[in-house]
């Protein structure tokens, strides 16, 4: 098993610190959920780990090597990211077969009859150009440059973005297939988190620069309740653990709690239900900027 | 074996280098059947404007070149760094591309000279083509800069660009221009090491910029 | 099958209590072939680690067993062996409940009887 590793990470674009001291490790043969709100700096964290920007602090490793310039650490990984369909010049006007060739040229292990056989499942032309693509073949392309690259960690930026949904149960599909039957590291950064849930095994949540946490996604939930009943039992059975988005209905209460350890009971008076992942993650997120 | 990193980034950019050789050539197969149209058969003509072809053929080369290296600190930098490139792959390559694009392209012209009688500018078209290269270098440490000019950036630079070299190419071939005269009366040597240090100049600046570059 | 996986509880339980019910129910009968690792990560949408933690946890308490190279099946006598884990679950699991709503809205032990003996289908032994 093998480990990328970012310690100490900072990135700052002029005086806008968009990471802030930073660290995660990514475990090679296991699926990863990368969440956080718009602007929290997923992106830039991945970009971060690939050696594609530079860091303005901290290291990136993989097995201990660093990463940067590094055609060992560098031909292991493969970050696909959104294809911008402009450029600074205007539309981007590549077509997807130079594209995919320019994939074929770059990624070791790239496997063109995989791609081929995905064109097809995606129905992409080849043949057009990048700028005549709809948002949902933009996201299919990046899928299959992700999916033929056979790299041992592939990160998956916003894949779903525009795929409807019959496409978006494929790529799932694809997904555990290929996991299952090679074993490589997926790190899928989503917005759409509660569909993907169950796919992750680690989940790792990123919130203003920060990382929230990174954990086994079935031990994190295990801890998470979603304790209501009548508000001041509530307050008191809730005494003590850390606790977010309070909800309040008349005398009713319901309050979000992430305790360190599973809690047996909160006691009689409240009712206790298990927590989804998104629930958990709207619940932490919202409370950290106290908004309504 | 799968080849190395450097090797397939090294095809890769001479492929490139080749694209742009087609490119090239395709406009100036038009020319060639319109000159070919217009001109046949009255000699004179035919020479100066088979003279005036040589000299647009060398400066589209020396322009697409100038421009794909433009584009290439633009978008396909991004491209192929975001698909595991090293920064110093990129900056070989393109050198490389340069190299195939104008070894081959200044070849072709050359090639076409010798058969319609031309020699006699040789100096200029192998002039343009030591050029090239301290142009491409220049284009792609700009292209780094207008990043953040956008669209009009890059506008401005193709213009002017194009209206240099249109005026520079034209006068140059043309006989009796002072223009051409100073060029045809400068020193080789003096030619050849301002050359020289531009291209150095400019290739480390692109070295620089390639170094901190990033995916877009 | 479940069709939809709930959110109660634990992924991984649910992919086992799914598999007990089939083979309580004979759809799954005994030395029958279970859906692989893969399949059943598919079907349901989750990691496949998740579905072989699932099916592993049934392996362990010898309800299915493995086949080399061709897949995991169930085990003789494993109908029985369930029955008797549900038993000593049933009163935490079904009883309890049913006593905790039926004070809350007041039934008395005698309706309970009575409603138990609504089984006229007698579905109960």
């Known amino acids: 098993m093998s480990t990328l590793s970012g310690k100490n990470l900072v990135k700052k674009y002029g005086k806008d610190t968009v990471l802030k001291n930073v660290s995660v490790d990514i475990e090679t043969g296991k699926i990863y959920g990368l969440i956080g709100r718009n602007g929290a700096g997923k992106t830039t964290l991945l970009s971060l780990l690939t050696a594609q920007n530079p860091a303005t602090e901290g290291e990136i490793t993989l097995d201990g090597q660093p990463v940067w310039e590094n055609e060992e650490a560098l031909s292991h990984i493969c970050y696909s990211r959104e294809i911008s369909p402009l450029t600074i010049f205007g539309p981007n006007t590549t077509k997807v077969k130079a594209y995919l060739a320019t994939a074929k040229a770059f990624y070791k292990n790239w496997d063109q009859a995989y791609a081929d056989e995905l064109v097809k499942l995606f129905n992409i032309n080849v043949k057009k150009r990048i700028n005549k693509l709809s948002k949902g073949m933009l996201s299919a392309v990046t899928i299959i440059v992700a999916l033929a690259s056979k790299a041992e960690i592939t990160i998956l930026d916003e894949p779903v973005a525009g795929l409807d949904v019959v496409a978006r149960e494929q790529f799932y599909k694809l997904i555990i297939d290929e996991y299952a039957a090679t074993g490589r590291t997926f790190i899928i950064s989503t917005h759409i988190i509660e569909e993907a849930a169950n796919l992750f095994e680690r989940v790792i949540m990123v919130d203003d620069g920060k990382i929230v946490l990174q954990e086994n996604t079935e031990e994190l939930l295990s801890r998470a309740y979603r304790v209501s009943g009548d508000s001041a039992a509530v307050d008191s059975a809730v005494s003590g653990f850390k606790s977010y988005n309070p909800e309040n209905l008349g005398n009713h209460k319901a309050v979000t709690v992430l305790a360190n350890e599973p809690v047996d009971s909160f006691g009689e008076s409240v009712q206790v239900e298990p927590v989804q992942l998104q629930n958990l993650f709207y619940a932490m997120c919202v409370d950290t900027r106290k908004e309504a | ?216 | 099958m479940l069709e939809n996986l709930g959110e109660d509880k634990s992924i991984y339980l649910q992919i086992g209590e799914m598999i007990e019910d089939e083979i309580l129910r004979d759809i799954l009968k005994e030395e029958d072939q279970v859906p692989s690792t893969t399949e059943l990560s598919k079907y349901y949408k989750i990691n496949p680690a998740t579905a072989a933690k699932g099916i592993n946890l049934l392996v362990d308490r010898d309800i299915l067993y493995k086949k080399r190279g061709i897949g995991m099946f169930v085990q003789s006598g494993a109908k029985d062996k369930i029955k008797k884990a549900r038993r000593d679950n049933f009163y935490e699991s079904y009883v309890k409940s049913i006593i905790s709503e039926a004070t809350l809205i007041g039934i008395s032990k005698a309706e309970l009887k009575q409603m138990l003996d609504k089984d006229d289908k007698q579905k109960l032994l």
């Open chain 2, 1 to 216: 074996m799968k080849k190395s990193l450097a090797t397939r980034s090294n095809i890769y950019y001479a492929v490139t280098g080749l694209k742009l050789l087609g490119t090239v050539g395709a406009c100036v197969l038009i020319m060639v059947a319109e000159f070919f149209i217009m001109y046949y058969g009255d000699d004179e003509l035919f020479k100066y404007q088979m003279n005036t072809l040589v000299m647009l053929a060398m400066m589209f080369l020396v322009m697409f070149n100038g421009i794909f290296s433009l584009y290439s600190a633009n978008w396909t930098d991004s491209m192929v760094l975001s698909m595991g490139a090293r920064r110093k792959d990129i900056f070989r390559g393109q050198i490389i591309k340069t190299v195939v694009a104008m070894v081959l392209g200044t070849g072709v012209v050359i090639a076409a000279m010798y058969l319609t009688d031309q020699m006699d500018h040789l100096r200029i078209v192998i002039g343009m083509a030591i050029a090239a290269f301290p142009i491409s270098a220049l284009f792609y440490a700009l292209g780094h800069k207008i990043r953040k000019f956008g669209k009009m950036g890059f506008v401005v630079i193709i213009m002017a660009a194009t209206i240099g070299g249109i005026l520079f190419g034209l006068n140059a071939a043309t006989p009796g221009n002072p223009l051409a005269a100073f060029v045809r009366n400068l020193n080789t040597g003096a030619i050849i090491g301002i050359a020289v240090v531009l291209y150095l100049l400019f290739e480390l600046w692109a070295y620089k910029l390639n170094k901190k570059s990033m995916v877009h």
